[in-house]
């Protein structure tokens, strides 16, 4: 597995070495040397890290782990022979990160063939609110600035840091029942018949598109839709309770288009598994250019889905995030380029990683945080992503936005907004993260 190629290609989206050559492993002859520790068997062997192999150090007063080691007796950065020796593999601890390697090769899935939250290492390591890989490039970034001075390439427009904001549309026709429901559990009856009327005579109070645009409006922000191709249930998983096709959506679509807004595909149910099945679904959503993806269910098929993604013409995926818990699940607060093991290459497509869903907050079976705890808890995630000039990858759900069944949570996305527009982000669409991404890299010129 090419380890070094992967590490330094999704090095260089943000920094620049084009001048300074790094050696990976038994070669030293470049100005940064990176320790190897890994033999290429363990890749090849389908295997997990071991765990005793995993030793701590700080880096700029935060406790990071760094893999395949024995020891922790050496500091992370040394000068031997006028060069600079990074001594911890942070190659091959990236590519198990990045790539998603832990997932790879485990077995303990949940009912939509996604790997528990709890399986996973950085669980166990409880690392989720931690981008550990950022630290890792923020290493080599130190060892190549002290020979260069400085390195990175992308400024946000001057912003601080960036927030990607996107919304699934799965519902926005059943408020009326569910919300009806939720208000007579509530003990409120006097909605019930508004909600009613509101559905048969006008717009579900779920069909809420113009409220979300004007409430991003106020932050100058731009946001990403993705809608769901597909309506009805797959054995007894739903898809969309609309019609793509329907003149409703279709003006929808376009009205969203017209104030700047992205549309994605909301990749429907099974499509993470058929290339078929995805491309049937991009070419329903019409009157639209689709560039971007996001799984139903946050479905993703490690052994398969890359392949899916590039075989359907799709640039950017931004499925890849825990259902069960916020944080970054591939140790990550940047856009990254996949790995595809069934072809065992870099893929071309660029991975926008989610980094908090309101689902994962109000769910009972997840977080089940109050609005109050979320807040605080998102605000902590926000302040990590801050470090690096990153990308805050947040999806709200349209239904997020209502007073019925989701009341108050509306008001906390605006607080996240708030928050984010004070710290000086830039508050925009996936696609305009995934081209200023794209328009700033290089390729990789270390081998």
């Not at 700080?58 to 990074?86: M, Q, Y």
């Not at 549309?169 to 003990?187: T, Y």
């Not at 769901?228 to 096709?245: F, Q, T």
């Not at 997020?400 to 605006?414: A, I, L, Q």
Request: glycine fraction near 4%.
């Amino acid at each position: 597995m090419e380890l070094f190629g992967y590490f330094i290609k999704n090095f260089e989206l943000y920094f620049d070495n084009a001048d300074i050559k790094i050696n990976y492993g038994k070669q030293h002859d470049g100005q940064v040397s990176i320790v190897k520790n890994v033999d290429d068997s363990f890749w090849k062997n389908k295997t997990d890290i071991n765990e005793n192999k995993i030793v701590w150090k700080k880096w700029k007063n935060v406790s990071i782990p760094f893999l395949f080691n024995d020891s922790d007796k050496e500091e992370i950065l040394t000068n031997k022979d006028d060069r600079i020796i990074i001594n911890y593999d942070i190659v091959a601890s990236t590519f198990y990160f990045l790539s998603g390697w832990n997932e790879y090769v485990c077995s303990d899935k949940d009912d939509f063939g996604r790997v528990k939250y709890n399986s996973t290492l950085i669980h166990r390591l409880k690392i989720d609110g931690v981008p550990v890989v950022n630290y890792y490039f923020d290493i080599l970034n130190d060892a190549l600035s002290q020979i260069k001075g400085k390195t990175t390439k992308i400024d946000w427009n001057q912003h601080t840091f960036a927030v990607a904001l996107s919304h699934d549309i799965d519902v926005c026709n059943d408020a009326w029942l569910q919300g009806s429901f939720s208000e007579f559990k509530k003990k409120r009856f006097l909605s019930i018949p508004k909600l009613i009327t509101n559905r048969w005579f006008g717009k579900d109070d779920w069909f809420n598109f113009s409220k979300i645009v004007g409430l991003e409006r106020k932050y100058d922000a731009n946001s990403t839709f993705y809608f769901l191709p597909r309506k009805g249930k797959v054995n007894e998983w739903k898809n969309a309770d609309y019609d793509i096709m329907s003149t409703d959506i279709k003006k929808v679509i376009r009205d969203l288009k017209e104030n700047g807004n992205e549309i994605g595909v909301h990749g429907s149910f099974g499509s993470h598994k058929s290339s078929e099945l995805l491309k049937q679904d991009i070419a329903r959503i019409t009157n639209s250019t689709v560039e971007g993806n996001r799984f139903h269910f946050l479905m993703f098929d490690l052994a398969c889905t890359v392949s899916i993604l590039e075989n359907a013409g799709i640039k950017y995926d931004t499925t890849i995030g825990f259902a069960e818990q916020i944080g970054f699940r591939r140790s990550i607060c940047l856009p990254f380029y996949l790995f595809n093991f069934e072809k065992n290459e870099i893929s071309t497509v660029l991975e926008i990683p989610l980094v908090v869903m309101d689902a994962s907050l109000i769910f009972k079976k997840y977080m089940g945080l109050s609005q109050k705890e979320s807040v605080t808890a998102v605000i902590a995630i926000i302040e990590e992503v801050k470090k690096f000039n990153g990308v805050f990858s947040i999806l709200w759900h349209n239904t997020s936005f209502s007073d019925y069944k989701y009341t108050g949570w509306r008001e906390v996305y605006e607080q996240i907004l708030s928050y984010c527009k004070d710290n000086n982000a830039l508050l925009t669409s996936n696609i305009d993260i995934y081209n200023k991404i794209t328009t700033n890299s290089t390729s990789p010129k270390n081998k």
